[in-house]
């Protein structure tokens, strides 16, 4: 296969996989409507709303799922015959495919338990770690949580129009008037 042939056909089949998927929208078809919101809000965002399979069910999606289906399946059928299972780019676009067939799934079980396991194996969890052998989202340091936490309260404030309160300096947080390092230092 000549090198214009095969990316005519990576292309190609590129194409058709955001064709496949254009319709597709997550937060779209997972929002509430607006008088679930009104409730929400009008409770002071004490109580989740009621929101369950059923209520999704009356909100139907923008695209017809087995025909998503359908297409993304073809696409990998035409992928292994057009590029081959062992070839890079096929496979890249193999797993895009799984990945949207998965989120079909995920889309198809809004409202139950099953939606929170999809998501989690799409998306992640909090428990995940952040690359191979390091710590969770939930483990991480302590002072990495202050550091959030004070990014936070400053974007907090900046949108309240509001001032920042005056910090007290560590010393005298600590009651101690010294002005000593509270570590020991390295003798030279």
């Not at 369950?52 to 017809?64: E, K």
């Not at 062992?86 to 409202?111: F, K, T």
Request: charged share 30%; proline share 5%; with cysteine.
């Amino acid at each position: 296969m000549t090198e214009q042939s095969y990316a005519s056909r990576v292309r190609s089949l590129s194409d058709r996989i955001v064709a496949a998927q254009k319709g597709i929208r997550v937060l779209d078809a997972i929002k509430w409507g607006e008088e679930i919101q009104a409730a929400f809000f009008a409770a002071d965002c004490r109580d989740l709303p009621r929101v369950d399979a059923a209520y999704y069910q009356r909100s139907p999606l923008a695209y017809d799922p087995a025909d998503a289906r359908a297409a993304l399946r073809e696409i990998q059928r035409d992928i292994a015959a057009q590029l081959g299972r062992a070839n890079p780019a096929g496979q890249l676009m193999d797993r895009m495919c799984d990945e949207y067939l998965e989120v079909l799934e995920l889309l198809a079980a809004r409202g139950t338990p099953q939606f929170g396991e999809i998501s989690a194996h799409l998306y992640g969890s909090a428990s995940d770690a952040f690359h191979a052998g390091g710590r969770s989202r939930t483990s991480r340091p302590r002072s990495t949580n202050r550091c959030t936490r004070s990014t936070r309260a400053r974007s907090w404030i900046r949108r309240r129009g509001r001032s920042r309160p005056a910090r007290r300096s560590r010393s005298s947080s600590r009651g101690s008037t010294a002005s000593s390092p509270s570590r020991p230092r390295a003798s030279a």
